[in-house]
Protein backbone atom coordinates (compact mmCIF):
# COMPACT_ATOMS: atom_id res chain seq x y z
CA UNK A 1 0.00 0.00 0.00
CA UNK A 2 1.30 3.73 -0.27
CA UNK A 3 2.96 5.68 1.95
CA UNK A 4 1.23 8.38 2.52
CA UNK A 5 2.94 11.25 4.77
CA UNK A 6 0.94 14.48 6.11
CA UNK A 7 2.00 17.21 8.10
CA UNK A 8 1.64 18.93 10.33
CA UNK A 9 0.28 16.45 13.17
CA UNK A 10 -1.32 18.85 14.86
CA UNK A 11 -1.65 22.49 15.84
CA UNK A 12 -3.33 24.91 17.74
CA UNK A 13 -4.56 28.14 16.05
CA UNK A 14 -6.28 31.35 16.23
CA UNK A 15 -9.66 31.87 15.49
CA UNK A 16 -9.57 34.05 12.18
CA UNK A 17 -6.14 32.39 10.60
CA UNK A 18 -5.67 30.03 7.84
CA UNK A 19 -3.80 27.10 8.50
CA UNK A 20 -2.27 24.69 5.36
CA UNK A 21 -1.96 20.98 5.28
CA UNK A 22 0.03 19.18 3.06
CA UNK A 23 -0.02 15.18 2.13
CA UNK A 24 2.69 13.50 0.20
CA UNK A 25 2.35 9.70 -0.70
CA UNK A 26 5.35 7.80 -2.12
CA UNK A 27 3.59 6.82 -5.61
CA UNK A 28 1.99 8.83 -8.51
CA UNK A 29 -2.10 8.82 -7.49
CA UNK A 30 -4.80 10.03 -9.69
CA UNK A 31 -7.11 11.26 -6.80
CA UNK A 32 -6.73 12.70 -3.94
CA UNK A 33 -8.97 12.82 -1.25
CA UNK A 34 -9.62 15.04 2.01
CA UNK A 35 -11.81 13.77 4.85
CA UNK A 36 -13.05 15.62 8.04
CA UNK A 37 -13.59 14.11 11.19
CA UNK A 38 -15.30 16.44 13.84
CA UNK A 39 -14.99 15.48 17.69
CA UNK A 40 -17.00 12.81 18.03
CA UNK A 41 -18.10 12.23 14.74
CA UNK A 42 -17.18 9.49 11.76
CA UNK A 43 -15.41 11.11 8.72
CA UNK A 44 -16.83 13.49 6.29
CA UNK A 45 -15.16 13.50 2.35
CA UNK A 46 -14.77 17.21 1.53
CA UNK A 47 -13.02 17.53 -1.62
CA UNK A 48 -11.72 15.53 -4.05
CA UNK A 49 -8.51 16.80 -6.17
CA UNK A 50 -7.29 15.36 -9.54
CA UNK A 51 -3.98 16.75 -10.52
CA UNK A 52 -4.65 19.62 -13.50
CA UNK A 53 -8.14 20.01 -12.60
CA UNK A 54 -9.85 22.14 -9.99
CA UNK A 55 -11.07 20.16 -6.80
CA UNK A 56 -14.69 19.02 -6.29
CA UNK A 57 -16.07 19.74 -3.40
CA UNK A 58 -19.13 17.99 -1.57
CA UNK A 59 -22.31 19.55 -0.49
CA UNK A 60 -21.50 21.92 2.63
CA UNK A 61 -18.09 22.53 1.62
CA UNK A 62 -16.90 25.19 -0.63
CA UNK A 63 -13.64 26.87 -2.08
CA UNK A 64 -12.98 29.55 -0.42
CA UNK A 65 -13.12 28.00 3.04
CA UNK A 66 -10.96 24.50 1.98
CA UNK A 67 -9.03 25.81 -0.90
CA UNK A 68 -7.10 23.07 -2.37
CA UNK A 69 -3.63 22.51 -4.62
CA UNK A 70 -2.88 19.25 -6.43
CA UNK A 71 0.79 20.41 -8.28
CA UNK A 72 1.43 17.16 -9.18
CA UNK A 73 0.61 13.30 -8.96
CA UNK A 74 1.57 12.83 -5.78
CA UNK A 75 1.37 16.13 -3.47
CA UNK A 76 -1.54 18.06 -2.52
CA UNK A 77 -2.49 20.40 0.21
CA UNK A 78 -5.62 21.75 2.07
CA UNK A 79 -6.13 24.96 3.74
CA UNK A 80 -8.62 25.45 6.35
CA UNK A 81 -8.91 29.45 5.56
CA UNK A 82 -10.41 31.97 8.29
CA UNK A 83 -10.96 29.33 10.62
CA UNK A 84 -13.44 29.60 13.99
CA UNK A 85 -13.78 26.86 17.07
CA UNK A 86 -16.14 24.71 14.73
CA UNK A 87 -12.86 23.69 12.18
CA UNK A 88 -11.80 22.03 15.11
CA UNK A 89 -11.44 18.20 13.76
CA UNK A 90 -8.95 15.53 12.36
CA UNK A 91 -8.22 16.55 8.96
CA UNK A 92 -7.22 13.56 6.94
CA UNK A 93 -5.93 12.51 3.51
CA UNK A 94 -6.53 9.60 2.00
CA UNK A 95 -5.37 7.91 -1.49
CA UNK A 96 -6.99 4.32 -3.44
CA UNK A 97 -5.07 1.60 -4.49
CA UNK A 98 -6.68 -1.09 -6.02
CA UNK A 99 -6.85 -3.18 -2.65
CA UNK A 100 -8.13 -0.64 -0.55
CA UNK A 101 -8.36 3.15 0.73
CA UNK A 102 -5.50 4.37 2.85
CA UNK A 103 -4.94 7.31 4.91
CA UNK A 104 -2.27 9.36 6.02
CA UNK A 105 -1.54 9.89 9.86
CA UNK A 106 -4.25 13.06 10.47
CA UNK A 107 -3.85 16.60 11.61
CA UNK A 108 -5.64 17.16 14.71
CA UNK A 109 -6.22 20.92 14.11
CA UNK A 110 -7.56 23.09 17.34
CA UNK A 111 -8.88 26.92 16.79
CA UNK A 112 -8.84 28.93 20.11
CA UNK B 1 -30.09 9.68 1.84
CA UNK B 2 -26.92 7.21 1.53
CA UNK B 3 -25.96 6.13 4.98
CA UNK B 4 -24.09 3.73 6.74
CA UNK B 5 -25.50 2.45 10.04
CA UNK B 6 -22.95 0.51 12.68
CA UNK B 7 -23.80 -1.48 15.84
CA UNK B 8 -23.37 -1.44 18.46
CA UNK B 9 -21.83 2.20 19.22
CA UNK B 10 -19.86 0.81 22.09
CA UNK B 11 -18.70 -2.77 23.26
CA UNK B 12 -16.80 -4.00 26.52
CA UNK B 13 -15.60 -7.78 26.45
CA UNK B 14 -13.12 -9.49 28.46
CA UNK B 15 -9.80 -10.31 26.97
CA UNK B 16 -10.50 -13.69 25.10
CA UNK B 17 -14.00 -13.14 24.45
CA UNK B 18 -14.65 -13.08 20.25
CA UNK B 19 -16.55 -10.13 19.25
CA UNK B 20 -18.86 -9.43 15.82
CA UNK B 21 -19.56 -5.97 14.77
CA UNK B 22 -21.66 -5.00 12.60
CA UNK B 23 -22.65 -2.85 9.60
CA UNK B 24 -25.71 -2.26 7.22
CA UNK B 25 -25.88 0.15 4.38
CA UNK B 26 -28.51 1.79 1.93
CA UNK B 27 -26.67 3.67 -0.37
CA UNK B 28 -26.47 4.17 -4.83
CA UNK B 29 -24.03 3.03 -6.83
CA UNK B 30 -22.16 0.81 -4.61
CA UNK B 31 -18.79 -0.27 -5.51
CA UNK B 32 -17.07 -1.98 -1.91
CA UNK B 33 -17.18 -2.21 1.55
CA UNK B 34 -14.66 -0.97 3.55
CA UNK B 35 -13.45 -1.64 7.08
CA UNK B 36 -11.00 -0.01 9.19
CA UNK B 37 -9.46 0.43 12.95
CA UNK B 38 -8.98 4.03 14.18
CA UNK B 39 -6.91 3.99 17.41
CA UNK B 40 -5.82 7.67 17.11
CA UNK B 41 -5.81 9.85 13.96
CA UNK B 42 -5.46 7.61 11.44
CA UNK B 43 -7.96 4.64 10.50
CA UNK B 44 -5.69 1.43 9.62
CA UNK B 45 -7.27 -0.32 6.55
CA UNK B 46 -8.47 -3.26 7.45
CA UNK B 47 -10.60 -5.39 4.68
CA UNK B 48 -12.31 -4.50 1.35
CA UNK B 49 -14.69 -6.63 0.24
CA UNK B 50 -16.81 -6.33 -3.33
CA UNK B 51 -18.45 -9.70 -3.05
CA UNK B 52 -20.84 -11.66 -1.43
CA UNK B 53 -20.14 -14.65 0.75
CA UNK B 54 -16.38 -14.30 0.43
CA UNK B 55 -14.51 -14.24 3.73
CA UNK B 56 -11.90 -12.44 4.23
CA UNK B 57 -9.27 -12.97 7.18
CA UNK B 58 -6.12 -11.66 8.72
CA UNK B 59 -5.39 -13.93 11.74
CA UNK B 60 -7.72 -13.52 14.14
CA UNK B 61 -10.35 -10.77 12.26
CA UNK B 62 -12.13 -12.12 9.44
CA UNK B 63 -15.16 -9.88 7.91
CA UNK B 64 -17.69 -11.02 4.99
CA UNK B 65 -20.62 -9.03 2.85
CA UNK B 66 -24.01 -9.67 2.08
CA UNK B 67 -24.79 -7.97 -0.68
CA UNK B 68 -28.25 -8.91 -0.81
CA UNK B 69 -29.20 -7.93 2.54
CA UNK B 70 -26.79 -4.70 2.47
CA UNK B 71 -24.62 -5.48 5.47
CA UNK B 72 -21.47 -6.94 6.39
CA UNK B 73 -20.20 -8.37 9.62
CA UNK B 74 -16.77 -8.00 11.32
CA UNK B 75 -15.44 -10.71 13.53
CA UNK B 76 -12.49 -10.28 16.03
CA UNK B 77 -11.88 -13.87 17.88
CA UNK B 78 -9.56 -14.13 21.28
CA UNK B 79 -9.73 -10.55 21.77
CA UNK B 80 -6.61 -9.10 23.05
CA UNK B 81 -6.32 -5.24 25.08
CA UNK B 82 -4.21 -4.17 21.94
CA UNK B 83 -7.23 -4.38 19.47
CA UNK B 84 -9.46 -1.65 21.40
CA UNK B 85 -10.27 1.18 19.18
CA UNK B 86 -12.91 2.22 17.24
CA UNK B 87 -14.11 0.28 14.00
CA UNK B 88 -14.54 2.20 10.99
CA UNK B 89 -17.72 0.57 8.14
CA UNK B 90 -17.13 2.68 5.01
CA UNK B 91 -19.00 2.10 1.75
CA UNK B 92 -17.61 2.90 -1.72
CA UNK B 93 -19.72 4.73 -4.08
CA UNK B 94 -19.66 4.67 -7.96
CA UNK B 95 -19.28 7.89 -8.93
CA UNK B 96 -16.24 8.00 -11.27
CA UNK B 97 -14.13 7.85 -8.32
CA UNK B 98 -14.87 5.58 -5.26
CA UNK B 99 -16.15 7.85 -3.08
CA UNK B 100 -16.39 6.54 0.82
CA UNK B 101 -19.58 6.97 2.88
CA UNK B 102 -18.10 6.23 6.36
CA UNK B 103 -20.55 4.84 9.73
CA UNK B 104 -20.18 6.06 13.11
CA UNK B 105 -18.05 3.51 14.96
CA UNK B 106 -18.31 1.01 16.60
CA UNK B 107 -16.22 1.85 20.15
CA UNK B 108 -14.23 -1.88 21.70
CA UNK B 109 -12.76 -1.78 24.67
CA UNK B 110 -11.37 -4.89 25.64
CA UNK B 111 -10.68 -5.12 29.22
CA UNK B 112 -7.58 -7.00 30.75
Known amino acids: SAVISQKPSRDICQRGTSLTIQCQVDSQVTMMFWYRQQPGQSLTLIAT?????????ESGFVIDKFPISRPNLTFSTLTVSNMSPEDSSIYLC?????????FGQGTRLTVV | EDKVVQSPLSLVVHEGDTVTLNCSYEVTNFRSLLWYKQEKKAPTFLFML????IEKKSGRLSSILDKKELFSILNITATQTGDSAVYLC????????????FGTGTRLLVSP
Open chain 1, 49 to 57: ANQGSEATY
Open chain 2, 90 to 101: AVGQNTGFQKLV
Open chain 1, 94 to 102: SVEQGVGAF
Open chain 2, 50 to 53: TSSG
